[in-house]
């Protein structure tokens, strides 16, 4: 089966500064990647969506240039936290899909990355 | 919109006794339907999918969920749960299987002894 990795698992920062979360699809090649913001015992909210060669697409609301997302290659995407802050703590994930071969394609999802910022 | 709604937040259930998530969705067009697990800590696995074609769907793990359109439901079932089922469970809708789907808010499966 397809399988979508994270890296790290987990990370805790200063505030202030930034951190970089790394998203690979192992397996197949991911034309789009998305990004989710997960709160404690919340939901997951779309943050981008990252097609590979192109500048990401933002969620209303998501700041872009706090989230900076890059999509270089087929089978790495990376989040990029700037300036964190406490508020910006929480689980992070992934997921990748090969895309636009077929309809019923399905995405695959990582197993996120848990951000404390103190 | 697309919107979909789990209306337990929690629920708690015997080991051995049968279970029945609810899913809800609002969609306008035939819908791409998904049930997701999350183990805690961990990200999400899919446990099945609909898109079209027979209307009971059976997934891993012995779960299984049935479109039922004039209901706008799409819920998960399983005859006979396992305490390694304790986890939270999410229904997902989306226009196709690739592009960005849209998650209920979950409900959380407690397993009694």
């Known amino acids: 089966g397809a399988v979508v990795s994270q890296h790290p698992s987990r990370v805790i920062c200063k505030s202030g500064t930034s951190v970089k979360i790394e998203c690979r699809s192992l397996?197949?090649?991911?034309?789009?990647m998305f990004w989710y913001r997960q709160f404690p015992k919340q939901s997951l909210m779309l943050m981008a969506t990252?097609?590979?060669?192109?500048?990401?697409?933002?969620e209303q609301g998501v700041e872009k240039d706090k989230f900076l997302i890059n999509h270089a290659s087929l089978t790495l995407s990376t989040l990029t936290v700037t300036s964190a802050h406490p508020e910006d703590s929480s689980f992070y994930i992934c997921?990748?899909?090969?895309?636009?071969?077929?309809?019923?394609?399905?995405?695959?999802f990582g197993p996120g990355t848990r951000l404390t910022v103190l | 919109a697309q919107s979909v709604t789990q209306p337990d937040i929690h629920i708690t259930v015997s080991e051995g006794a049968s279970l029945e998530l609810r899913c809800n969705y609002s969609?306008?067009?035939?819908?791409?339907l998904f049930w997701y697990v999350q183990s805690p800590g961990q990200g999400l696995q899919l446990l099945l999918k609909?898109?079209?074609?027979?209307?009971l769907v059976q997934g891993i793990k012995g779960f299984e969920a049935e479109f039922k359109r004039s209901q706008s439901s799409f819920n998960l079932r399983k005859p006979s749960v396992h305490w390694s089922d304790a986890a939270e469970y999410f229904c997902?809708?989306?226009?196709?299987?690739?592009?960005?789907?849209?998650f209920g808010t979950g409900t959380r499966l407690l397993v009694s002894p």
């Open positions: 609909y898109f079209s074609g027979d209307t």
């Open positions: 997902a809708v989306g226009n196709t299987g690739f592009q960005k789907l849209v």
């Open positions: 397996d197949f090649q991911a034309t789009t």
């Open positions: 990252s097609n590979e060669g192109s500048k990401a697409t933002y």
């Open positions: 997921s990748a899909s090969s895309g636009f071969r077929s309809s019923t394609d399905t995405q695959y």
């Open positions: 969609y306008g067009a035939t819908p791409y």
